[in-house]
């Protein structure tokens, strides 16, 4: 080969050094990306340990998908101020994709944990449990209100937590007042809510107490029977009814074989 081929990489050994195959560097060399240091009369090629240094300025670009048109004319002109804006702006999209999915990792995590609780839940069971004051997104009040008013505020309350990027996937739940628990209309919701973390000074917010809640279950449309059981556990309890029931999906129907097999855990608030 010679002394002065010594500091030089063949084809095949270049593109093992970047991790590529011999045919990527064959099309870069074609659309003038980056040729061999040497090119013999023999057709052997040869790159310096130099363009390595090229080699991962380019695959850093085209990480960031910079077309290789682009990354040519960077190459070319050479011109810093050039790269920094190229930087700058894939810098801002890569911040933007890491936000979107950890939004999508934290949906992942909740449809995950509501999937281990429904697996390790007894559904036929009523429970004491003390739960944490926890935040919901809540849509207007309901209450009394056309069964019609829900195809509006349900779009209205989805459309507002995806606009702005609060949905952490919980499902919609219902809020149900104590004086409709007493009458037993189970389906006059007075809000409709989802959970959340984050803060929006555009909406309402409903704090679930800390304190003790009576916790039942109920299998698709069984909701008076799922009532009774828990209002009976309550008073052999010696407990009273308190200001609200919180509804929500553990199994919605799209986990469940059809809406009669959905899961929803209904959360009584009770007092002594």
């Given at each position: 080969?010679?002394?002065?081929?010594?500091?030089?990489?063949?084809?095949?050994?270049f593109?093992?050094?970047?991790?590529?195959?011999?045919?990527?560097?064959?099309?870069?060399?074609?659309?003038g990306?980056?040729?061999?240091?040497?090119?013999?009369?023999?057709?052997?090629?040869?790159?310096?340990?130099?363009?390595?240094?090229?080699?991962?300025?380019?695959?850093?670009?085209?990480?960031?998908?910079?077309?290789?048109?682009?990354?040519?004319?960077?190459?070319?002109?050479?011109?810093?101020?050039?790269?920094?804006?190229?930087?700058?702006?894939k810098?801002?999209?890569?911040?933007?994709?890491?936000?979107?999915?950890?939004?999508?990792?934290?949906?992942?995590?909740?449809?995950?944990?509501l999937?281990?609780?429904?697996?390790?839940?007894?559904?036929?069971?009523?429970?004491?449990?003390?739960?944490?004051?926890?935040?919901?997104?809540?849509?207007?009040?309901?209450?009394?209100?056309?069964?019609?008013?829900y195809?509006?505020?349900?779009?209205?309350?989805?459309?507002?937590?995806?606009?702005?990027?609060?949905?952490?996937?919980?499902?919609?739940?219902?809020?149900?007042?104590?004086?409709?628990?007493?009458k037993?209309?189970?389906?006059?919701?007075?809000?409709?809510?989802?959970?959340t973390?984050?803060?929006?000074k555009?909406?309402?917010?409903?704090?679930?107490?800390?304190?003790?809640y009576?916790?039942?279950y109920?299998?698709?449309d069984?909701?008076?029977?799922?009532?009774?059981?828990?209002?009976?556990?309550?008073?052999?309890?010696?407990?009273?009814?308190?200001?609200?029931?919180?509804?929500?999906y553990i199994?919605?129907?799209?986990?469940?074989?059809?809406i009669?097999?959905?899961?929803?855990?209904?959360?009584?608030?009770?007092?002594?």
């Amino acid at each position: 080969m010679g002394k002065e081929l010594e500091k030089y990489f063949t084809t095949g050994e270049f593109a093992n050094l970047c991790g590529v195959k011999k045919q990527t560097l064959f099309h870069y060399d074609e659309i003038g990306l980056l040729s061999p240091a040497i090119k013999k009369d023999n057709g052997y090629r040869y790159y310096s340990y130099h363009q390595f240094e090229v080699f991962q300025v380019i695959a850093l670009f085209k990480e960031f998908g910079v077309s290789l048109k682009e990354i040519k004319t960077l190459l070319t002109n050479k011109d810093p101020r050039a790269t920094m804006i190229v930087l700058k702006e894939k810098a801002m999209e890569i911040e933007d994709k890491i936000k979107k999915l950890s939004r999508l990792q934290s949906v992942i995590h909740t449809r995950l944990a509501l999937a281990e609780q429904a697996a390790e839940s007894d559904f036929s069971s009523v429970s004491l449990q003390n739960l944490e004051e926890e935040k919901f997104m809540i849509s207007e009040n309901i209450l009394d209100e056309a069964e019609q008013k829900y195809t509006t505020v349900i779009p209205d309350l989805i459309n507002y937590l995806h606009l702005h990027k609060l949905d952490q996937g919980h499902p919609i739940g219902a809020l149900l007042a104590k004086e409709q628990i007493q009458k037993k209309e189970f389906y006059n919701y007075k809000y409709l809510y989802i959970k959340t973390k984050q803060s929006s000074k555009h909406v309402n917010y409903h704090i679930r107490p800390r304190g003790l809640y009576a916790v039942g279950y109920q299998k698709g449309d069984e909701t008076e029977n799922a009532y009774t059981r828990i209002i009976q556990f309550i008073t052999d309890n010696g407990l009273k009814i308190g200001e609200y029931a919180y509804e929500e999906y553990i199994i919605e129907e799209a986990m469940a074989d059809g809406i009669e097999n959905s899961i929803t855990r209904i959360q009584l608030h009770v007092k002594s």
